[in-house]
T-cell receptor, first 114, second 107 residues
Framework: SQTIHQWPATLVQPVGSPLSLECTVE??????LYWYRQAAGRGLQLLFY??????ISSEVPQNLSASRPQDRQFILSSKKLLLSDSGFYLC?????????????FGEGSRLTVL | GQSLEQPSEVTAVEGAIVQINCTYQ??????LSWYQQHDGGAPTFLSY????GLEETGRFSSFLSRSDSYGYLLLQELQMKDSASYFCAARTGKLIFGQGTTLQVKP
């Protein structure tokens, strides 16, 4: 069966510090991978999605970046965090083409920037 | 731009039926998904409509009308555990989410 893991689950970072969130998927090949962010009480904002290694689309211009060093690994990074980067970050995967409309989400990473 | 509109809050009593509406304005629309999210947790998939009509999965049903750019999620025989946020999401090659509807089920 397929599983998705992301870490860390919780982190508190000062403004201006770097960020690295990692996500790995097991049990499937060539998944589409996604990073979403959710502010408190709000919807999910798509940040990045990837249909393959070195194929990453950025949805929202900001101080975040994403990389996909391996087929089933997706990393979200920032060189300098802003207060507005606080939120609940969710990694997800889908089958290629997203034909079933189904995303499988990781447990989430809750980031607080102080 | 691309947007999905759904009510922010809905309240119902245990055992009742509730309908959560969603209207969308997107380009390249392929279908409408619904997700449930409990406080502090990750969203979980409920249903997907690619074609017009009603899809039924147990107590939950979802409907889509492409001509009206409209869909809804119908929850029957409400239980306390159904208290959660519900999101519609448009598949456009990626998945664009609405702002969510908080459902509160009361005894």
């Amino acid at each position: 069966s397929q599983t998705i893991h992301q870490w860390p689950a919780t982190l508190v970072q000062p403004v201006g510090s770097p960020l690295s969130l990692e996500c790995t998927v097991e049990g499937t090949s060539n998944p589409n991978l996604y990073w979403y962010r959710q502010a408190a009480g709000r919807g999910l904002q798509l940040l990045f999605y990837s249909i393959g290694i070195d194929q990453i689309s950025s949805e929202v211009p900001q101080n975040l970046s994403a990389s996909r060093p391996q087929d089933r690994q997706f990393i979200l990074s920032s060189k300098k965090l802003l207060l507005s980067d606080s939120g609940f970050y969710l990694c997800a995967w889908s089958t290629p083409g997203l034909n079933t409309g189904e995303l499988f989400f990781g447990e989430g990473s809750r980031l607080t920037v102080l | 731009g691309q947007s999905l509109e759904q009510p922010s809050e809905v309240t119902a009593v245990e055992g009742a039926i509730v309908q959560i509406n969603c209207t969308y304005q997107t380009s390249g629309f392929y279908g409408l998904s619904w997700y449930q999210q409990h406080d502090g947790g990750a969203p979980t998939f409920l249903s997907y409509n690619a074609l017009d009509g009603l899809e039924e999965t147990g107590r939950f049903s979802s409907f889509l009308s492409r001509s009206d750019s409209y869909g809804y999620l119908l929850l029957q025989e409400l239980q306390m555990k159904d208290s959660a946020s519900y999101f519609c999401a448009a598949r456009t090659g990626k998945l664009i989410f609405g702002q969510g509807t908080t459902l509160q089920v009361k005894p």
